[in-house]
């Protein structure tokens, strides 16, 4: 009870990812990569709930670049579209990952 909890942010992470045998991912891709927003009461949270996530979905996470909180996005110039912002909503209301893109990588 006497610990004071940080609040929750949405973080926008760049999620790099390698094969793995039913992943998903297209016939012939190499790779591929997802864009998320995934809440957390800090950058390192939301990190580390992603992989756990994507993992346990069957994915093969390697690397995660974060661009920050929307607050970050904003101040830094980048435009946020309305389905960018409501995805976002939901990630915080629901305390979740979310999937906003996944594209795949091809030799």
Do not use: C, W
Not at 33 to 43: C, F, K, L, N, T
Not at 58 to 64: A, K
Request: net charge negative.
């Amino acid at each position: 009870m006497g610990q004071k909890d940080t609040e929750p942010q949405v973080y926008t992470l760049l999620v790099e990812l390698g094969r793995k045998e039913g992943d998903g991912l297209p016939e012939g891709a190499t790779g591929g990569a997802m864009m998320v927003y995934a809440s957390g009461r800090d950058e390192a949270e939301a990190v580390r709930e992603t992989v756990a996530i994507l993992k346990e979905a069957g994915l093969n996470p390697l690397e995660v670049s974060s661009y920050g909180t929307m607050a970050d996005r904003l101040a830094e110039g980048h435009e946020l579209t309305e389905r960018d912002r409501e995805l976002m909503r939901r990630a915080l209301e629901d305390n979740a990952v979310i999937v906003a893109e996944t594209t795949p990588f091809y030799d």
